[in-house]
């Protein structure tokens, strides 16, 4: 739903999928983040369209790095794995973003619509492995959200 006055999204009410939330607090509220910028993208109008997709990168950017430095941090095995699917996402992100940035809306449109499955695949195989790995080793976060324990 938009303000059509404005044509900004009304605030997100995606919510990551309780199967894909993996115990891990500073993990699960970044992933939360991730599904509801991507949730923001797909309602906002064409003319914000380009400008929630930046939001979008710019968080999956952070994010994305965030895992790779706790997974060099704690000699993760199969982290090069993992980060090169961090850089599949933003290197087809960044070249979408620069047709959407030439008017091609509709291409930014589809990628925001395929990456809910990317997203639900990589959670369940790469984040599940690096947050079990976690545990085992006794890996403790210390960014956690506001109100939360890492």
């Known amino acids: 739903m938009t303000d059509h006055a404005t044509d900004v999204p009304a605030p997100s009410r995606a919510a990551l999928a309780p199967e894909l939330l993996l115990g891990e607090p500073v993990t699960d509220a970044t992933h939360e983040e991730f599904v509801q910028l991507l949730d923001a993208a797909a309602r906002a109008a064409d003319d ?3 400008a929630a997709l930046d939001e979008w990168i ?3 950017r952070h994010h994305f790095g965030q895992e790779e430095t706790w997974m060099e941090a704690m000699n993760f095995g199969p982290q090069h794995c993992h980060r090169g699917e961090h850089q599949q996402v933003l290197a087809v992100a ?10 091609d809306v509709t291409l930014g449109r589809r990628l925001v619509s395929e990456l ?3 997203f639900d695949q990589h959670v369940r195989s790469m984040d599940a492995m690096m947050v079990g ?3 085992e080793h006794g890996f403790t976060l210390i960014e956690a959200p506001d109100g ?3």
């Not at 960044?94 to 008017?103: F, I, L, N, Q, W």
Request: charged share 25%; proline share 4%.
């Open 48 to 50: 914000g369209f380009l």
């Open 58 to 60: 710019e968080h999956t």
């Open 148 to 150: 939360q324990a890492a």
């Open 116 to 118: 809910p499955g990317w």
């Open 94 to 103: 960044d070249a979408v973003r620069v047709k959407v940035a030439e008017g």
């Open 133 to 135: 790995y976690m545990r």
